[in-house]
């Protein structure tokens, strides 16, 4: 079956380096993608992986490795407007391409 | 490019009635699904639509409901509703569902209450 295995919630301090991790379990893996959603607001699109490895974007990273169905979200220099749920998503082959969804991690930032 | 625009932001319904959003997708898109979500919940997949055919379909009761039309707008209704139906519609679009790192565009959502 499907499934997608995300912490619910983690908390770190402004000015520091975070990891959320994301566990997937599909019949076709097609693609995984990692969302950023601020409370009462839409989704907003991070990153996207299909290949092995490290994605860089800025202040944001995301990796990838197919073999062991992981994949992290690397956030540095962390700051107070990084307080969010973020979700990871992976496009299903053997579900017509459709994106399963973990339930995400909220991210809450000290000072 | 304006984004993913969806109709009404707000609404409020008492249980038994009915209710239709609406969701107009960025120029070009041909693809638009539907999400449900509740406070501290992710997102529960409703349906999507590409080219005006279902391809896909979440585990929802046939009250659930969409369409979409010539022109990509979608819609979705929900019939006779149920308290637990309050929560966030989200609209989300993209180029093709199966191509590549084409990423979904979400609208701002319908806040639907029932009471």
């Known amino acids: 079956g499907q499934n997608i295995d995300q912490p619910t919630e983690m908390t770190a301090t402004e000015g520091a380096i975070v990891q959320i991790n994301c566990t997937y379990q599909?019949?076709?893996?097609?693609?995984l993608f990692w969302y950023q959603q601020h409370a009462g607001e839409a989704p907003t699109f991070l990153s996207y992986n299909v290949l092995d490895g490290l994605e860089e974007k800025g202040r944001f990273s995301s990796f990838l490795s197919r073999s062991k169905g992981y994949s992290y979200l690397l956030l540095k220099e962390l700051q107070m407007k990084d307080s969010a749920s973020y979700l990871c998503?992976?496009?299903?082959?053997?579900?017509?391409?459709?994106?399963?969804w973990g339930a995400g991690t909220k991210l809450i930032i000290k000072p | 490019k304006a984004g993913v625009t969806q109709t009404p932001r707000y609404l409020i319904k008492t249980r038994g009635q009915q209710v239709t959003l609406s969701c107009s997708p960025i120029?070009?898109?041909?693809?638009v699904s539907w999400y449900q979500q509740t406070p501290g919940q992710g997102l529960q997949f409703l349906f999507e639509y590409f080219s005006e055919t279902q391809r896909n379909k979440g585990n929802f009761p046939g009250r659930f409901s969409g369409r979409q039309f010539s022109n990509s707008r979608s819609e979705m209704n929900v019939s006779t509703l149920e308290l637990g139906d309050s929560a966030l519609y989200l609209c989300?679009?993209?180029?093709?569902?199966?191509?590549?790192?084409?990423?979904?565009?979400f609208g701002p959502g319908t806040r639907l209450t029932v009471l």
């Open positions: 998503a992976v496009r299903d082959r053997g579900s017509n391409y459709q994106l399963i």
């Open positions: 599909t019949s076709g893996f097609n693609g």
């Open positions: 989300a679009s993209s180029l093709d569902p199966t191509s590549g790192s084409n990423e979904q565009f």
């Open positions: 120029s070009g898109h041909r693809s």
